[in-house]
């Protein structure tokens, strides 16, 4: 049984900071791929961003490059999402996936 488990999220001002973490467990973690979708209130769940394997090839949407951050730490099981510059579209809950696996969301909030 895989479970991903989100923290980091929370309340943050237009132009804060935050860090989302994903911990994993119940299988190989360094075997897969790790990624990050978000969806806002009324709209459908959307790629932010994706790490393969080793940690060394990452991918964002256009929507967040250059203000996020996608990292992993394969001794610790745990994949990261730095959020830099954080606008209100940016609210929404943030979602950690591998493969067909999804964790249970974590609210992130961008007050204008």
């Known amino acids: 049984q895989v479970e991903l488990v989100e923290a980091g999220g929370g309340l943050v001002q237009a132009g804060g900071s935050l860090r989302l973490s994903c911990a994993a467990s119940g299988r190989t973690f360094s075997s897969y791929g790790m990624g990050w979708f978000r969806q806002a209130p009324g709209k459908e769940r959307k790629f932010v961003s994706g790490?393969?394997?080793?940690?060394?090839?990452?991918d964002y949407a256009d929507s967040v490059k250059g203000r996020f951050t996608i990292s992993r730490d394969n001794a610790k099981r745990t994949v990261y999402l730095q959020l830099n510059s954080l606008k209100p579209e940016d609210t929404a809950v943030y979602y950690c996936?591998?493969?067909?696996?999804w964790g249970q969301g974590t609210q992130v909030t961008v007050s204008s």
């Open positions: 790490i393969n394997r080793s940690g060394g090839n990452t």
């Open positions: 996936n591998s493969v067909d696996h």
